[in-house]
């Protein structure tokens, strides 16, 4: 149980172009997702908190119209790289708190080229 | 502010033996929850083990063991009769008890295991 659905896995842009990442809950109901961006050998670092129904809370330093965050219902939850750079390529994952912890998706790779 | 540190970037551990991943973490919340995942070069976060702070007895879960040592802050990892399949990325992480609240993690073990 507990399973976080993330699409796409890997995803390549161009330079300027928008990318949506999506992560749907598939047996349970996430109220809360958190957002984590991972560069190649480093730590996941929060980009911010999607709270279903109302704005996301974004960490200090994360630009709020560089990266849209939206989760208009229980189970979807949306996180929109806005004219990518390649300063933008990186490991996305998503997480929410289940009964018995938190689950994460599988995480999406986006290369801009 | 909450923080977790990992002081090992990297550890080799020879197939069939015991390792132990160090893991520190401050914080002034008498409630908290500390957890260890495993992650693979596909990038997934396998949840390996947890210790909630009020517990009183140190968390196992196969071949993971969690030792808690509460008055130093520290929550180390050990990991006995590696395999080469544990060869990855390990992180420690803490986050609230209950519902709600964010996972903060720290820097990551890249640990090794030799044949």
């Known amino acids: 149980g507990a399973v976080v659905s993330q699409h796409p896995s890997r995803v390549i842009c161009k330079s300027g172009t928008s990318v949506k990442i999506e992560c749907r809950s598939l047996?349970?109901?996430?109220?809360?997702m958190f957002w984590y961006r991972q560069f190649p050998k480093q730590s996941l670092m929060l980009m911010a908190t999607s709270n279903e129904g109302s704005k996301a809370t974004y960490e200090q330093g994360v630009e709020k119209d560089k990266f849209l965050i939206n989760h208009a219902s229980l189970t979807l939850s949306t996180l929109t790289v806005t004219s990518a750079h390649p300063e933008d390529s990186s490991f996305y994952i998503c997480s929410a708190k289940a009964n018995y912890g938190y689950t994460f998706g599988s995480g999406t790779r986006l290369t801009v080229v | 502010a909450q923080k977790i540190t990992q002081t090992q970037p990297g550890m080799f551990v020879q197939e069939k033996e015991a390792v132990t991943l160090d893991c520190t973490y401050d914080t002034s919340d008498p409630s908290y929850g500390l957890f260890w995942y495993k992650q693979p070069s596909s990038g997934e976060m396998i949840f390996l083990i947890y210790q909630g702070s009020y517990d009183q007895q140190n968390a196992t879960e196969g071949r993971y063991s969690l030792n808690f040592q509460k008055a130093r802050k520290s929550a180390n990892l050990v990991i006995s009769a590696s395999q080469l399949g544990d060869s990855a990325m390990y992180f420690c992480a803490m986050g609230p008890l209950g519902q709600g609240g964010k996972l903060i993690f720290g820097q990551g073990t890249e640990l090794s295991v030799k044949p």
């Open positions: 047996d349970f109901q996430a109220t809360t």
